[in-house]
């Protein structure tokens, strides 16, 4: 099979678990290119939408067209520079890393069925399992949650959002009349792609 039709393939189960697992909160997910050794530039390359997905699959970005990028181009983020950005960031393993994307689909204030009590927890696992699967085996994961710093393999699931600290990556700037406060991401890189995912909270 090569390697065109094997996309063609993937690609609309990747867009199905993306959909499932993500469509529903206020989130943000994203793959670029990696372009460079520094693969923090690659990252802020996807966070200032300045690079298209290479395979032309689905982006959740509800902020894309917000005119509030008018005045934060990078909004809902304000990430520090290549430099620094990796210092706000830990490993994480593999199976840590499909637990911080399964509990994106919580939302982050009177979340009424966390992911860990849903009937439904080991579909979404999958889904966050099919999503990673697109970056591959010798993938490696970076996340701003402060659990990781001691721990590269944190519960997710049983802390669920509302339990998780992080490093923040978002803007301070008030639009729209919504506060930005809470946040969870999860970065994937490989040596063709940096994946990125994020949870946004805000009241």
């Known amino acids: 099979m ?15 678990a993306a959909l499932r697992l993500l469509g529903d909160t206020y989130t943000f997910a994203a793959t670029g290119p990696r372009r460079y050794e520094d693969w923090a ?7 200032h939408r300045s690079v298209p997905d290479p395979r032309s699959w689905i982006r959740i970005d509800g902020d894309r067209t917000n005119p509030a990028r008018h005045t934060a181009p990078g909004y809902p ?23 911080a994307l399964a509990v994106m689909a919580e939302e982050w204030q009177s979340e009424p069925a966390p992911v860990r009590s849903r009937p439904d927890l080991n579909a979404g696992l999958e889904d966050a399992r099919t999503l990673l699967d697109r970056y591959g085996p010798t993938a490696r994961y970076w996340t701003n949650a402060t659990a990781a710093a001691s721990d590269p393999a944190p519960d997710f699931v049983a802390a669920g959002l509302q ?15 919504l506060d930005l406060l809470d946040d969870l991401g999860l970065i994937a890189v490989n040596d063709d792609e ?8 805000a009241y």
């Open 2 to 16: 090569t390697a065109a039709s094997l996309e063609l393939r993937d690609a609309p189960a990747w867009n199905a």
């Open 41 to 47: 530039r690659d990252v802020l390359a996807v966070l």
């Open 77 to 99: 983020f304000d990430p520090p520079d290549s430099s620094e950005l990796p210092r706000r960031l830990y490993p994480l393993e593999a199976e840590a890393a499909v637990a």
């Open 163 to 177: 339990g998780t600290g992080s490093h923040g990556f978002l803007t301070s700037e008030y639009l729209n009349g």
């Open 194 to 201: 940096v994946g990125v995912f994020w949870s946004f909270g």
